[in-house]
T-cell receptor
Framework: GENVEQHPSTLSVQEGDSAVIKCTYS??????FPWYKQELGKRPQLIID?????GEKKDQRIAVTLNKTAKHFSLHITETQPEDSAVYFC????????????FGTGTRLKVLA | DADVTQTPRNRITKTGKRIMLECSQT?????MYWYRQDPGLGLRLIYY???????NKGEISDGYSVSRQAQAKFSLSLESAIPNQTALYFC?????????????FGPGTRLLVL
């Protein structure tokens, strides 16, 4: 089955700098890759997603890139702000026909003012 | 997202007790999921259901059972709770829209097993 690895587990950046979180997946047939943000004490919420037929997607300060050949995808946050501080989870769709997600273990991002 | 609710929000129980966590949704989604979140381990799937008559085991179903009472309700039971089931539990729902399937999470239930 699918396996998703996420790095780093913690990341600290200065406000205004960029942050990059990387995930790798094992099943080359996976075709959908969402990213979730979980603020302290809150539920995970979708912030951006990408399908396997697209190499990059951008939404304001957030972008996701996908390299199908290398089986990795990354979340890029530019001009980070204190409110970007949260735990971020990547996920890959399971390809057994059930459309389940396999989540990465999460990255705790701290944006230092 | 207020459309997905979980009860209780916090629960303390003792080893060996049976407890039930409930999830309700008003989104009209047919798919529902139960996840467990532990520090450093991310979100792991316990059970999922694609309609009222469909129940499937996830990665870590041992020690848990579920019931899909209606399209809008999906309950998770711990038949005999043990301390290593202490965790944050999330319910989620989704509908398939083309090739994209967004999952919407409930607020979570924090469970402590003593």
């Amino acid at each position: 089955g699918e396996n998703v690895e996420q790095h780093p587990s913690t990341l600290s950046v200065q406000e205004g700098d960029s942050a990059v979180i990387k995930c790798t997946y094992s099943d080359s047939a996976s075709n959908y890759f969402p990213w979730y943000k979980q603020e302290l004490g809150k539920r995970p919420q979708l912030i951006i997603d990408i399908r396997s037929n697209v190499g990059e997607k951008k939404d304001q300060r957030i972008a996701v890139t996908l390299n199908k050949t290398a089986k990795h995808f990354s979340l890029h946050i530019t001009e980070t702000q204190p409110e970007d501080s949260a735990v971020y989870f990547c996920a890959a769709s399971d390809t057994s026909g059930t459309y389940k997600y396999i989540f990465g273990t999460g990255t705790r991002l701290k944006v230092l003012a | 997202d207020a459309d997905v609710t979980q009860t209780p929000r916090n629960r303390i129980t003792k080893t060996g007790k049976r407890i039930m966590l409930e999830c309700s949704q008003t989104k009209g989604h047919d798919r529902m999921y139960w996840y467990r979140q532990d520090p450093g381990l991310g979100l792991r799937l316990i059970y999922y259901s694609f309609d009222v008559k469909d129940i499937n085991k996830g990665e870590i179903s041992d020690g848990y059972s579920v019931s899909r009472q209606a399209q809008a309700k999906f309950s998770l039971s711990l038949e005999s709770a043990i301390p290593n089931q202490t965790a944050l539990y999330f319910c989620a729902t989704s509908e398939r829209s083309g090739r994209r399937e967004t999952q919407y999470f409930g607020p979570g239930t924090r469970l402590l097993v003593l």
